[in-house]
């Protein structure tokens, strides 16, 4: 079972509607699970940066974290055209002494269509 | 408001060609990384500094060097191209947390395309 497991889509919505977009991880050692969105020849941002489990709302964004089930999910509201983006999961694992190393998912490709 | 810049943007190697990908950053961060993207797959971490002369492995080191003689810059050289390192290479860093753990975001540039032939 690889660490961390992303839907690669693609997934293609109308505009308006709401995205859902989730990991699976098996590792217990992570404990900051983090949305990065990559536009296309560009390299990834954050989105969104959580720790512990529940819900964390950033605007139309929306970041979910299930650690008993080791699942996390993002929601965007109100999806947009320039939401059209590669989604990708990254968790972390730290190493101590303030340094930490991230695990990606593969990304999911999201197209909203106007 | 530069940010972390890669160079070149596109390569085009020969096997057994050599070539160093430059990563610099203004933001006077500690750490730095380099990972690599293959198509469809997540971001796999080549190496990483935490600082000037203090240099570790990553998940897929294997074929690339790093060096790091000041904050500013993260080379990472390939020595002998292969088409296995055919990929986009991205270049990261973050602050310090200064306490252990605690919200510092890692900050991508936008990436060497490199095409081994």
């Known amino acids: 079972q690889k660490e961390v497991e992303q839907d690669p889509g693609p997934l293609s919505v109308p505009e308006g509607a709401i995205v859902s977009l989730n990991c699976t991880y098996s590792n217990s050692a992570f404990q900051y699970f983090m949305w990065y969105r990559q536009y296309s020849r560009k390299g990834p941002e954050l989105l969104m940066y959580?720790?512990?489990?529940g819900n964390k709302e950033d605007g139309r964004f929306t970041a979910q974290v299930d650690k008993s089930s080791k699942y996390i999910s993002l929601f965007i509201r109100d999806s947009q055209p320039s939401d059209s983006a590669t989604y990708l999961c990254a968790m972390r694992r730290d190493s101590g002494a303030g340094s930490y190393q991230l695990t990606f998912g593969k990304g999911t490709k999201l197209s909203v269509i106007p | 408001n530069a940010g972390v810049t890669q160079t070149p943007k596109f390569r085009i190697l020969k096997i057994g060609q050599s070539m160093t990908l430059q990563c610099a950053q203004d933001m006077n961060h500690n750490y730095m990384y380099w990972y690599r993207q293959d198509p469809g797959m997540g971001l796999k971490l080549i190496y990483y500094?935490?600082?000037?002369?203090?240099?570790d492995k990553g998940e897929v080191p294997n074929g690339y060097n790093v060096s790091r003689s000041t904050t500013e810059y993260f080379p990472l050289r390939l020595e002998l191209a292969a088409p296995s390192q055919t990929s986009v290479y991205f270049c990261?860093?973050?602050?310090?947390?200064?306490?252990?753990?605690?919200?510092?975001?890692?900050?991508f540039g936008d990436g060497t395309r490199l095409s081994i032939l």
């Open positions: 959580t720790y512990s489990s």
């Open positions: 990261a860093s973050r602050s310090h947390s200064g306490t252990g753990g605690g919200n510092q975001p890692q900050h």
């Open positions: 500094s935490v600082g000037a002369g203090i240099t």
